[in-house]
């Protein structure tokens, strides 16, 4: 088989993060403050991080989606404003999003080849890997995917096809993404009853007026088909129930397809480039465990929101030394405490805020949360204090907006324990 090569080609030890346990979430308060936690966010260089995990990670993951950056070379840009016109870009208001920019291909490649090299180590016999990416660089992932996992575990090259409006005037318009599958030997997980859809009407007529239309053969109408390796899922811009404002944000039907064609309930499921949070989401609702990783703050705060406001399991956020996330600002926000009540008393409102109400001054262990309402409406101002003991700081974190996190600590308890 051929193997793609480039300046500098070498696969380099990588060297683990200083993985810091900085808050368990425990949505709506279930769980709390005992549950154990199976599900963890990261918050840090998804390289380091890997590394990190191997010790006790390796071979353990059933399935691995990866969305990395693309090789565009452009910038991308969060929008941040609420009930804004979608129709009207030049109006929306935004924020840092993400860098997707490099000096050179080599670059590049060298950069997903470090990463790919770690997710194989750390997928399991039998499990899948789920590369997203489009025409900018899917031909040299398949030559690193076949190198790194071998030619003889490709499964399929998923067309993620989809409309929306286009600038190019000089060629068909490029709507669609790549999404190279490939499993970890020959013994891998395939749910086909878990992601049929129904066959087309123009089928259906077909076979009621001509049994003899299958040349022979007669599917199943009602159980329905396996779908083709071609799949229309509109773009998250014109699913506006789902949007979050996170650039290239990716539909959860598309991860859920993923997700039940590869996995088991209790399977752990890993996504080490998450963004907005979509395959955490996904996995939680389908009863799988999670792993996932970003580098920036605002991606792993869009998926703390999306997973307390679909109430999953309880989860853990961790950063490295690099990325501490406590950002202890002057405060913006007042809270009181009353009557196992703590209020959100200040004019200005943040975009979310969670009360430890047991705080130990190291790991934040979140009891109950208020999150602004994805379109319109106030955020809540008011959280109950579940259980509170003597000499115990009641603490809260606030989110802004623009994505920074306060910290502030309330008076102590004084209630018996």
Not at 58 to 80: C, K, M, V, W
Not at 386 to 399: F, S, Y
């Amino acid at each position: 088989m051929p193997i793609l090569q480039w300046s500098g080609k070498t696969l380099i030890p990588p060297q683990p993060a200083r993985l810091i346990l900085d808050s368990v979430i425990h949505p709506n308060g279930a769980g709390w403050p005992d549950n154990p936690v199976k599900n963890h966010l990261y918050l840090g260089d998804n390289l380091a991080i890997m590394a990190a995990l191997l010790p006790e990670y390796e071979g353990r993951i059933n399935l691995i989606y990866a969305d990395p950056p693309f090789f565009t070379n452009r910038h991308f840009s969060a929008r941040i404003g609420r009930g804004e016109d979608s129709r009207k870009p030049r109006e929306w208001q935004l924020a840092r999003g993400y860098a997707d920019h490099w000096d050179n291909l080599d670059e590049y490649i060298d950069f997903l080849y470090q990463r790919l090299a770690l997710m194989s180590r750390l997928l399991a016999p039998g499990g899948s890997l789920y590369l997203h990416l489009d025409w900018h660089a899917d031909a040299y992932a398949r030559l690193l995917l076949d190198e790194l996992i071998g030619a003889e575990n490709f499964l399929n090259e998923i067309i993620w096809t989809y409309h929306g409006p286009s600038p190019i005037r000089s060629a068909f318009n490029r709507k669609h993404d790549t999404i190279l599958a490939y499993t970890k030997g020959p013994h891998y997980t395939f749910n086909a009853d878990a992601v049929r859809i129904p066959y087309n009407e123009s089928t259906l007529k077909t076979f009621a007026a001509s049994k003899k239309a299958g040349f022979g053969k007669t599917p199943d109408l009602e159980r329905g088909k396996v779908p083709e390796d071609w799949w229309y899922f509109p773009v998250v811009a014109r699913l506006h129930n789902e949007r979050t404002g996170y650039p290239t944000q990716k539909p959860e039907a598309l991860l859920e397809r993923i997700i039940l064609a590869s996995s088991n309930p209790g399977d752990l499921v890993a996504d080490f480039f998450c963004g907005s949070g979509t395959t955490p989401l996904a996995a939680a609702r389908h009863g799988r465990h999670f792993l996932a990783v970003d580098a920036t703050f605002r991606a792993i705060h869009t998926a703390r929101e999306r997973l307390v406001r679909a109430v999953s399991p309880a989860f853990a956020i961790h950063s490295t030394s690099e990325t501490a996330l406590t950002d202890q600002k002057d405060p913006i926000y007042a809270f009181q405490l009353s009557n196992n009540q703590v209020n959100l008393t200040s004019a200005q409102t943040p975009a979310y805020w969670e009360i430890d109400p047991l705080w130990d001054g190291r790991i934040f262990h979140s009891a109950s949360q208020a999150v602004l309402p994805l379109r319109f409406g106030e955020i809540t101002r008011q959280l109950s204090v579940p259980q509170q003991k003597t000499g115990h700081k009641i603490c809260v974190r606030a989110v802004t907006n623009e994505s920074e996190q306060i910290q502030i600590e309330l008076m102590p308890a004084d209630l018996p324990a």
